[in-house]
């Protein structure tokens, strides 16, 4: 029964698309797919994980471009945001993230 799970115990590593990702995300957790090289997250702009991406990409003064994705066709519904990561900033935003008590999911 999914009521009985805890978010934690909730598995998003085998995931095929952002809107399973999204159902699966809080502000207290992110998800990185190293393949893509996104990191999804679902966050207001003055929110800790917002804050703590911007602030680590500032630190390495690399620019940051947040892309909204969306449940339906029509853009109606907003899903998670996710943001393209070299392989250097994944390791300092996601090790940023953790320092800051988010979880996050690394598949």
Same mark, same amino acid.
């Given at each position: &029964? &999914?009521? /009985?799970?805890?978010?934690?115990?909730? +598995?998003? +590593?085998?995931?095929k698309?952002?809107?399973?990702?999204?159902?699966?995300?809080?502000?207290?957790?992110?998800?990185y797919? !190293?393949?893509?090289?996104?990191?999804?997250?679902?966050?207001?702009?003055?929110?800790?994980?917002?804050?703590?991406?911007?602030?680590? #990409?500032? !630190?390495?003064? *690399?620019?940051?471009?947040?892309? *909204? #994705?969306?449940?339906?066709?029509?853009?109606?519904?907003?899903?998670?945001?996710?943001?393209?990561? =070299?392989?250097? *900033?994944?390791? =300092?935003?996601?090790?940023?993230?953790? #320092?800051?008590?988010? /979880?996050?999911?690394?598949?």
């Amino acid at each position: &029964m &999914m009521s /009985a799970c805890s978010r934690r115990d909730r +598995a998003i +590593a085998s995931v095929k698309n952002a809107n399973e990702i999204f159902f699966n995300l809080d502000g207290r957790r992110v998800y990185y797919d !190293g393949s893509e090289r996104y990191l999804y997250f679902v966050d207001s702009p003055q929110d800790l994980v917002m804050r703590t991406i911007r602030a680590a #990409l500032a !630190g390495m003064r *690399q620019p940051l471009v947040i892309e *909204q #994705l969306h449940l339906d066709t029509n853009k109606f519904f907003n899903g998670a945001r996710r943001v393209g990561l =070299t392989v250097e *900033q994944a390791h =300092t935003v996601l090790t940023a993230l953790r #320092l800051a008590g988010v /979880a996050a999911t690394i598949r």
